[in-house]
């Protein structure tokens, strides 16, 4: 017992760096002759990847390179992603995170991941994923979300991937997808929707319009069945029509908005202009007539002046001009 604690000791006391890189190749080459950066406790192969499947790991391993492309970490006990958990694994194409009990991915998780292709969160224990988490993800091709307890996915958490051909939500507890989730996935060819408790109301009205846009790309989309409610339940979704959504209240499409937008302003201008105008010739026609009293106050109607005429109008008598012409 002594003398393991001496060398401790001993360890300590030394200055640091020189007894670290001497003490860290022999600690950290677990890997195979030729795969200086494997990381600790996975088995490496040539190709670039690192087995760590199945070794009770409670942590994504440290002292992952650029070296490592396919990183194999199924079947351990990794419970959380903290920020920047691969940072250094900057080429990674694959990860594999398949039955970890995963419940908590930070948003910053998959920093520096830029070039990964395929990523396998199957089996896990996760019920929110949080906005933003796979927006570093630009290349990446396959996502599984399969087998975790996601009730509802946010458009921001998978935000916009470009080239993602395969997403697999199945066996959740979706009840809807949301409008624009499917919007930001231009290339998706397959979508796994299966084992998921479908409300057939007003919320899945997009799915069902995108599947209707789609066909073929959710190979099980015949198969779906709504869980509610009570008057669609067992109605296969694929089979909806527009129709059984009718009573729903349309959301408000971006050229609609658009002509919102422009018509308020322009409803006012051009009100204000109407009112404008509309003052002006007010003022002008007012205007005309003060002048034309004021001319005839000046010149007075010849008719009233004219003899024959002795059917005087009732005005006359109040007149200055008819005065003279009675009497
Ligand atoms: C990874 O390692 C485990 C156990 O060490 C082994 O059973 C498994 O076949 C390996 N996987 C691959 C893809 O080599």
């Not at 001993?10 to 640091?16: A, D, F, I, R």
């Not at 408000?252 to 202009?273: E, Q």
């Not at 509309?278 to 004021?294: D, I, M, N, Y």
Request: glycine residues 8%; proline residues 11%.
């Amino acid at each position: 017992m002594r003398s393991p604690s001496l060398a401790l000791l001993l360890l300590l006391l030394t200055p640091p760096w020189p007894a670290w890189t001497r003490a860290l190749p022999a600690a950290s080459r677990s890997g195979p002759p030729g795969a200086p950066d494997c990381p600790e406790a996975c088995a490496c192969v040539p190709g670039g990847q690192a087995n760590c499947s199945g070794r009770a790991l409670p942590a994504v391993p440290g002292g992952l390179r650029k070296s490592v492309r396919i990183l194999l970490l199924d079947h351990n006990r990794v419970s959380a992603l903290p920020p920047g958990a691969f940072v250094g694994a900057g080429a990674l194409l694959r990860l594999d995170l398949r039955e970890n009990g995963l419940r908590w991915v930070h948003a910053w998780a998959f920093w520096g991941l830029g070039a990964l292709q395929q990523l396998d969160l199957s089996a896990n224990q996760l019920e929110v994923l949080a906005p933003g988490t796979f927006v570093p993800l630009r290349a990446l091709r396959d996502l599984s979300l399969a087998g975790n307890r996601l009730a509802r996915l946010e458009p921001a958490a998978l935000g916009a991937l470009p080239l993602l051909r395969a997403l697999n939500l199945r066996d959740n507890e979706l009840p809807a997808l949301a409008q624009d989730l499917l919007a930001g996935l231009p290339a998706l060819d397959t979508l796994r929707l299966r084992g998921n408790p479908w409300a057939c109301g007003c919320a899945l009205r997009p799915l069902c319009a995108w599947l209707r846009r789609h066909p073929g790309t959710a190979p099980e989309a015949e198969t779906l069945l709504c869980v509610s409610p009570g008057r669609l339940t067992l109605s296969p979704l694929a089979a909806l029509p527009d129709a059984a959504f009718s009573h729903c209240a349309q959301p408000l499409a971006l050229r609609d908005l658009a002509v919102v937008y422009a018509l308020g302003p322009a409803s006012f201008l051009a009100s204000l202009a109407a009112c404008l105008g509309l003052g002006s010739v007010l003022t002008a026609c007012r205007a005309r007539r003060r002048r034309r009293c004021r001319a005839a106050a000046r010149h007075p109607p010849k008719r009233l002046q004219d003899p024959g005429s002795g059917t005087a109008p009732p005005a006359a008598p109040e007149s200055p001009a008819a005065a003279p012409a009675q009497a």
